[in-house]
């Protein structure tokens, strides 16, 4: 492009310097998570999740070990016990009906690799850990939708 004067003239750059946010700026502390023991009533459990408005949470063990993950469609086999085996569910548990396929993220990691994760996986909340292994917190779908929402409302 050239001015009036007929010099070249560099066409500033209109687009946004992206910086991805991390993790841990979006994710649920595990101070604030809703977590389970691997003993809690599964009845209890589904009342806990309706309660909170959530679809899942972690489960850790008495060392406050990760050793598995109850959501809400793990939940819907309570009812086949009920309906199809004519089972007692006030005697299940949460290890009764909890997964231990659940996928970690590095507490290193940014909003990015979260996305891509999710984009490329079937899940819809991601456990974030140290590197140890311990649970640092939880990072959900609808959190990187408030990452897209604090870059675009930015500038």
Do not use: W
Request: net charge positive; proline share 3%; glycine share 4%.
């Amino acid at each position: 492009m050239k001015n009036y004067q007929q010099k070249s003239v560099e066409a500033k750059s209109i687009q946004k310097e992206f910086k991805p946010g991390k993790v841990t700026d979006y994710m649920t502390p595990v101070e604030k998570l809703i977590t389970f023991l691997p003993a809690t009533e599964i009845v209890e459990a589904v009342e806990v999740l309706l309660k909170h408005q959530i679809t899942g949470a972690p489960v850790l063990n008495e060392k406050k070990e990760l050793v598995g993950l109850i959501d809400d469609k793990d939940c819907l086999k309570v009812l086949f016990d009920i309906a199809y085996h004519n089972q007692p569910v006030i005697t299940s548990t949460v290890a009764d009906y909890m997964t231990n396929v659940m996928k970690t993220i590095s507490v290193h990691a940014n909003t990015v690799e979260v996305a891509d994760t999710f984009l490329k996986t079937k899940y819809k909340r991601l456990l974030v850990v140290d590197d140890r292994g311990k649970l640092q917190g939880q990072i959900s779908r609808q959190d990187i939708l408030r990452a897209i929402r604090d870059f675009t409302t930015r500038f």
